[in-house]
């Protein structure tokens, strides 16, 4: 053979043309050899080109898929920083806030009108010796809320002040929502890479867990910012009737009503410390896997380690949520859970269609020609052409190893 080939390569050969269809003689009876599994059968090779268009059409489509969740997670975090950074007028300080001001005078006013009203009901019982217990002990209340009233604003001040401490610690700790951007554009640019090669399915799981992760999360930072963007005026509106509450406690029969106010302000004061303390959970795992200090390589037995830190995030997130809007601040459940409703709808929507995507997909690839069936057609078309083919398919399995099962 090495003789031959020695001889064929010399000089003293046959002309350039000769030598031309010599070599691609040889190549195409080698090819024809070389053993091809059943499962690929005569045009198994065919397979190549829809398996190549199918992954770039999946690598477009996860691709278009990521661009979307990135968009609506940057929408909700724009959306939060935004509700975060607030009206810069003060939550409680008449002087300060124009609305507080006019609205807080005028109620305030109000209230005086009931504080007379209140005297004159206290001192026509004691004329009358229809005072009793109940009557002298709401004549001293009448007295200390007589005087509280007028600083109302300087009460619900500290109450709103020192949750707002607390809300800010936790909002103003580790930062940086906005680095998820690298991640979904690194993983955009990966998944482009692939497109034009072999399907990759643990890098399809990663983006469309990440997809999900930006889908839901960005979800939830539009509630968190609803949620914030409600509490400002909420607050503005408690301390505006301020004056009617303290009024209100001075007669048992009208006690609840002080009861109910001062629950509403408490309640929609720290509800931004609880949202604020998952929130900081959230965003320092987050931070922790973006510095890749619970991410551990990207095989499949080891992708739950890579992708736990996003999932742990989302359910601090999600924590924070249902423990702020389950609280009986006044409108906040009503308004968060039509927000929740609708948020579901549109996540669940986008999931269904990303597994059902997938899964069509991954039928289509894997599906594969029957080799049995193309073979017994080309064997009773083209009888004498299948037994040269099973010959060379002998003679390839004696040269090149027993490859062909």
């Not at 010796?129 to 002298?136: L, P, S, V």
């Not at 399809?204 to 609803?226: E, N, S």
């Not at 289509?364 to 004498?384: D, I, N």
Request: hydrophobic share 55%; aromatic share 16%.
């Amino acid at each position: 053979m090495l003789k031959f080939l020695e001889k064929f390569f010399s000089l003293k050969s046959s002309s350039k043309k000769q030598k031309v269809l010599i070599v691609f003689l040889l190549f195409l009876f080698f090819f024809l050899l070389y053993p091809i599994s059943c499962a690929q059968a005569q045009w198994g090779w065919l397979q190549w080109i829809p398996e190549r268009i199918a992954n770039a059409i999946a690598g477009l489509a996860l691709t278009a898929v990521l661009a979307l969740a990135q968009g609506i997670l940057n929408l909700g975090i724009i959306l939060f920083n935004w509700s975060l950074s607030g009206i810069p007028v003060s939550y409680t300080n008449p002087a300060g806030n124009e609305v507080i001001r006019v609205g807080w005078t005028l109620v305030r006013d109000i209230a005086n009108i009931g504080l007379v009203l209140g005297l004159i009901y206290i001192g026509l019982a004691t004329a009358l010796r229809i005072a009793g217990f109940e009557t002298k002990k709401a004549f001293v209340w009448f007295l200390i809320m007589a005087l509280l009233v007028n600083f109302t604003p300087v009460i619900c001040g500290i109450i709103v002040d020192a949750s707002n401490i607390v809300m800010n610690f936790f909002l103003r700790g580790p930062s940086g929502w906005e680095r998820l951007n690298s991640v979904f554009d690194e993983q955009r640019a990966i998944i482009l890479q692939y497109a034009l090669g072999e399907p990759n399915w643990v890098l399809y799981i990663k983006v469309m867990v990440l997809a999900a992760f930006g889908f839901v999360t960005g979800l939830i930072f539009i509630l968190y910012g609803l949620l914030f963007f409600l509490r400002n005026p909420i607050i503005w509106l408690l301390v505006i009737f301020s004056p009617l509450a303290f009024v209100a406690y001075i007669f048992p029969k009208t006690r609840g009503w002080f009861e109910r106010w001062w629950n509403q302000l408490l309640q929609w004061s720290f509800i931004g410390a609880i949202a604020g303390f998952f929130l900081y959970l959230a965003q320092y795992t987050f931070l922790l896997a973006a510095q890749g200090k619970l991410a551990t390589g990207g095989t499949p037995e080891n992708i739950f380690n890579e992708l736990a830190p996003y999932l742990v995030a989302v359910v601090f997130l999600g924590l924070g949520l249902y423990a702020s809007t389950m609280t009986s601040a006044m409108g906040a459940s009503a308004v968060i859970g039509v927000s929740k409703r609708i948020g579901k709808g549109i996540a669940g929507g986008a999931w269904t269609g990303t597994k059902l995507g997938a899964s069509k997909l991954r039928a289509w690839l894997r599906k594969k020609p029957k080799a049995s069936e193309e073979e017994e057609e080309f064997k009773r078309k083209h009888p004498r052409l299948a037994k040269l083919k099973q010959g060379g398919k002998t003679l390839g399995k004696f040269f090149f190893g027993g490859l062909t099962p």
